[in-house]
């Protein structure tokens, strides 16, 4: 069965089922299976392929500076074509499933918009090796930014736009953050100020054991380090049920940005913004006219 934006929907909602848990049995020592349930909806299993839906493609594998082995599928356009847009999105994954369940996603980038995409696969999840972790899931982005932006010629000449949902929100600040002169554009989504901030709103009698909380996500305090030149677009579901949408506008308030905009959807919930109508033409403008080269 190929993935739709609607399967992408059903699961977005496993973050918050995930913190629920750990809230209820506040668990100091599974919180990393519990926060990163890389098993779920068959993770681990069949992940399917860019030529599924039509996308030429290069599967890659990057080997981080640890020796993790990380699953990447390379969807590159014509650069000789008249109208190529000299853009990549790079897609910051969620906290479950595999790269395959992102492809219509990758699609709509790829096949609707003109741009180059990128996706991997966090270590521990789909096909990449190794356990996730925070500090883990970090060297993965490292290892992917340099890849991008240093190794590969096609993508070292475009500009670079990260596009993370949730968890993959939390990734692409702390790129933002520590590879700003890579990066020309970045769109999140839903995403949330911590983990620590994001538990006593799932389960509020559990904010007195958040101490216990070793997986932080401290996006807050990575935002002043985001480059004002950084243009961003916030995606904000105004209904969603596990990060308050609160966390979304202190975001915004916090990105030292010049070029920042809030979209707020007034009747979404977590997991269904993908959905939401003028959600793809928001993020299209955005790519267009927001990040360089302007129109394209
Ligand atoms: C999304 O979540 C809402 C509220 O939790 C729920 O009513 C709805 O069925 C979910 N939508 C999908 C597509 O799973
Ligand atoms: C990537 O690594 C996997 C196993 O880790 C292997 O099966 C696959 O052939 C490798 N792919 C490439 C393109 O090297
Ligand atoms: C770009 O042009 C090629 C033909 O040169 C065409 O196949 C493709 O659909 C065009 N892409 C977009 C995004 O307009
Ligand atoms: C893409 O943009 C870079 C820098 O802006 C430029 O050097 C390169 O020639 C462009 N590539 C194409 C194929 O337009």
Not at 23 to 48: E, V
Request: aromatic share 12%; net charge negative.
């Amino acid at each position: 069965m190929a993935w739709t934006l609607y399967n992408i929907a059903k699961t977005a909602t496993q973050l918050g089922g995930g913190m629920a848990l750990l809230a209820l049995l506040g668990l100091y020592y599974y919180q990393n299976s519990i926060i990163y349930p890389a098993s779920l909806n068959d993770g681990h299993g069949y992940c399917a392929t860019p030529d599924e839906y039509d996308i030429p493609y290069e599967a890659v594998n990057l080997t981080t500076t640890d020796g993790e082995t990380l699953q990447c599928y390379s969807m590159k356009q014509d650069s000789k074509s008249p109208n190529y847009t000299n853009k990549t999105v790079l897609i910051l994954s969620p906290n479950a499933g595999n790269i395959g369940h992102s492809l219509p996603i990758a699609s709509i980038f790829y096949k609707k918009f003109g741009y180059n995409v990128f996706i991997y696969s966090y270590r521990g999840y789909g096909k990449s090796t190794g356990a996730p972790s925070e500090v883990g899931l970090k060297k993965d982005a490292d290892t992917v930014v340099e890849y991008l932006s240093e190794n590969d010629r096609q993508y070292q000449q475009s500009s670079i736009v990260l596009y993370g949902r949730s968890l993959g929100g939390a990734v692409a600040i702390y790129i933002a953050a520590t590879k700003s002169a890579s990066i020309d554009g970045m769109i999140l989504e839903n995403t949330f100020l911590s983990i620590k901030k994001t538990i006593p709103h799932i389960f509020p009698i559990l904010k007195y054991v958040t101490s216990f909380v070793h997986q932080r996500w401290d996006s807050e305090s990575l935002l002043a380090k985001v480059s004002p030149k950084l243009s961003v677009l916030l995606l904000s579901a105004r209904k969603d049920e596990i990060v308050p949408p609160q966390h979304m506008d202190e975001i915004y308030r916090l990105l030292p940005s010049d070029c920042k905009e809030i979209v707020k959807f007034e009747n979404s919930y977590h997991n269904d913004t993908v959905l939401q109508e003028a959600y793809w033409d928001t993020i299209h403008t955005f790519i267009k006219d927001k990040v360089n080269p302007v129109g394209l």
